[in-house]
């Protein structure tokens, strides 16, 4: 009979015309054969083209409790073996039912990270970026929301036949699909998998199921599970202690998922004692009980890894001795050694260290800022030198009296900044504060090398920011603008510069009357829903090649400039078309911009103005690498260093 295309692409027979009723009801009884395919067709497409065997799996799970660094373990194991030559894809497993990470409050869940694709996920994607130096998408993340999204909207197109429609096969297979999908669309040779939280957390019930599955469907070869738990270690006691290390691992055990490995987090090297209690009641090897102790950065985990020969064991548990290049292992082996030697360097309590400000309006979790931090060092290992980075809380008080000082005042700051001397504590300068006077903010931005100004939404926080921005302009301190940190250069420039005393953000503008020199961008004019409505991932920026953005991305590639380069955003709003010439007029240079929306992308002052003043609406922290530093980042690093010798 002749047949159609359905939305999905499956051909489906077309009822025929004039026969009789009973090869009629065949008919419909051969149709339905053919429709009930469909509840395998999602999860066999996965399988085209599989070589059974070829593809191994490395799965971490967490006990005891979450926040112990298995984004980072799993990361620094993923990189072990892509140095070996492997093709490595990972993907990150959550358990909370949103669609992405991209709604989720920053001081509860810390950073969401953009990937170039756009979608919004968990601040570990950024960690496997950084330490496999690779883009990712969103075939590498995965939550709750969207297995459940994807199921629910199957069974309402009739995709299941009338079955009920369950969390075993339906659920937990539709997790096995994913993972095997992220093997075939990216070739890869092992797939890092890190489920989220711990293994006693109820909505991670199902992933454990998928994981019991597929190592039962491929085979205990080709899936090595790794428990990554935590060694209790009370200062009262003066000994570590394993029995909630033991529980958490007996839980996993529980599920019929017995792990291959056990990691220990703890703050010191884990005892031989401690590891061969955890092997006796976990039926694992002495030999794959490992000790991943705290570090003086997260970049010397790969090291610890590789000391324990914990790489070799995976490799041996997998059968893939015989894939190894050792040649490119022991490339990659000695560059990561040069990397964590500069680290180290800059880590000596003798080294300088430019001390960098963030001004920002979470500073309570770090986590918030993470690309960030990790910007700075590579950053500075780039430049050579160590780093210190302060925490400036622009909430609250430091917003009230900034913005009262932008009420009463047309000139700006009407003081110079006190003796740094009196922000001492113990002889040494705090690292974190929350200026309760305009006077001591100015104390504080004395000490700075560098000033970041992130990102952030909302109300709170502006004036305090905008503060910071005039003060750093004014005193030539090295500032950087990231995000709303450009859009704020916009607005501080506008008002005490090029004298539109009324500028404003239109995110925050109470006054009618306002001059919004920064505006919704006219795609998100009809916006309403705000999940995943941004403007996301990756764009082109145009570059002037005269500009000191272009020389600074030049650097990398050894030109001299660069006129084109791709940089990742999440915003809404973007300098309003009608203020930019004003801006141009007052000294201000936009050197980057989207040529085809005529969007502004990177703002900057001439160096003769400024030692280094430069924004971005991008997030350039997203795609810096260990081995190879974001230029923005690099040129405030560099300009806070000369500071810092100037100031000595």
């Given amino acids: ?48 083209g599989k070589v059974s065997g070829h593809v191994k799996y490395i799965v971490t799970l967490g006990t005891v409790m979450s926040g112990l660094g298995k984004g980072i373990f799993a990361a620094s194991l993923a990189k072990l073996m892509k140095d070996k030559g492997f093709v490595v894809s990972p ?34 994607l950024g960690t496997y970026e950084r330490f496999l130096n690779q883009d990712l998408n969103r075939t590498n993340f995965a939550t709750s929301g969207q297995i459940y999204s994807t199921i629910l909207a199957r069974e309402r197109a009739g995709e299941y036949q009338g079955r009920d429609v369950q969390l075993i096969p339906h659920v937990t297979g539709e997790v096995k699909r994913r993972l095997r999908t992220v093997s075939m669309k990216t070739k890869a040779d092992v797939v890092c998998v890190e489920v989220g939280g711990t293994v006693g957390d109820f909505e991670n019930a199902f992933y454990i199921e998928a994981i019991r599955e597929l190592r039962q469907e491929e085979g205990p070869e080709n899936v090595a599970v790794v428990a990554l ?20 691992v007996r839980r996993l055990m529980g599920f019929g998922l017995q792990p291959d490995f056990v990691v220990c987090r703890a703050e010191r090297l884990v005892e031989d004692k401690i590891k061969r209690k955890i092997s006796q009641f976990s039926n694992v090897p002495f030999s794959r009980v490992l000790s991943m102790h705290n570090q003086k950065s997260i970049y010397l985990v790969p090291n610890t890894l590789r000391e324990a020969r914990f790489d070799s064991e995976i490799v041996a548990l997998l059968g893939l001795a015989g894939r190894v290049n050792s040649t490119k292992d022991a490339t990659a082996l000695m560059r990561w050694r040069e990397l964590t030697a500069s680290i180290l360097s800059g880590l000596e309590p003798s080294a300088p260290k ?45 917003d009230d009296l900034a913005r009262a000082e932008a009420e009463a005042a047309d ?14 504590v113990d002889g040494k300068l705090p690292t974190t504060f929350s200026p309760e006077t305009m006077e001591e903010l100015d104390a504080i931005l004395a000490t700075l090398d560098g000033l970041i100004i992130p990102g952030g939404f909302g109300l709170a926080g502006i004036e305090g920011k905008i503060a910071c921005i005039q003060r750093a302009r004014e005193r030539k301190i090295p ?31 109470t006054d009618a009357s306002a001059a919004r020199v920064i505006c919704i961008l006219p795609s998100q004019r009809k916006v309403r829903m705000l999940g995943a409505s941004m403007r ?35 915003h809404r709003y973007e300098v309003n078309p009608q203020y930019v010439e004003a801006l141009r007029a007052g000294g201000l240079v936009f050197s980057g911009w989207n040529a085809e929306e005529n969007v502004m992308q990177v703002l900057e002052l001439p160096e003769a103005a400024h030692p280094y003043y430069l924004a971005t609406q991008a997030h350039p922290c997203f795609t810096s690498r260990p081995l190879a530093p974001q230029p923005l980042f690099v040129g405030l690093l560099r300009a806070g260093a000369a500071r810092m010798h100037a100031r000595s």
């Avoid at 025929?16 to 429709?35: G, K, M, N, Q, S």
């Avoid at 738990?229 to 000994?239: A, C, K, N, Q, V």
């Avoid at 030109?559 to 955003?569: K, L, N, Q, S, T």
């Fill in 411 to 424: 000139e700006g700051p009407g003081h110079e900044a006190v003796d740094p001397a009196s922000l001492l």
């Fill in 479 to 509: 500032l950087l603008g990231i995000c709303l940190g450009f859009q704020l250069m916009v607005v501080e420039y506008a008002r005490n510069v090029c004298g539109i005393r009324n500028a404003a953000h239109e995110e925050n503008a």
């Fill in 1 to 48: 009979q002749s047949t159609h295309h359905s939305a999905d692409g499956d051909d489906v027979l077309d009822m025929p015309t004039r026969i009789p009723w009973r090869e009629r009801v065949d008919f419909l009884l051969i149709r339905a054969i053919c429709e009930r395919r469909k509840e395998v067709v999602h999860h066999v497409r996965a399988l085209q």
């Fill in 354 to 398: 430019v001390r960098i400000g963030i001004a920002g309006k979470y500073i309570d979790v770090r986590d918030a800022y993470a690309s960030i931090i990790k910007a700075i060092e590579h950053a500075s290992t780039a430049v050579g030198t160590g780093f210190e980075i302060v925490w400036i809380n622009t909430r609250d008080t430091l």
């Fill in 229 to 248: 738990t935590y060694i209790l270690d009370p200062s009262t006691l003066g000994e570590q202690k394993s029995k909630a290390a033991q529980l958490g």
């Fill in 536 to 570: 996301l991932g990756g764009y082109d920026v145009q570059l002037d090649p005269a500009s000191r953005a272009a020389a600074l991305f030049g650097e990398p590639r050894g030109e001299r400039a660069v006129e084109h380069v791709r940089m990742r955003f999440r």
């Fill in 91 to 124: 993907i990150k497993l959550e358990g909370y039912i949103n669609i992405d990470a991209g709604t989720l409050n920053p001081l509860r869940h810390g950073e969401c990270f953009v990937c170039d694709d756009g979608i919004e996920t968990d601040m570990d």
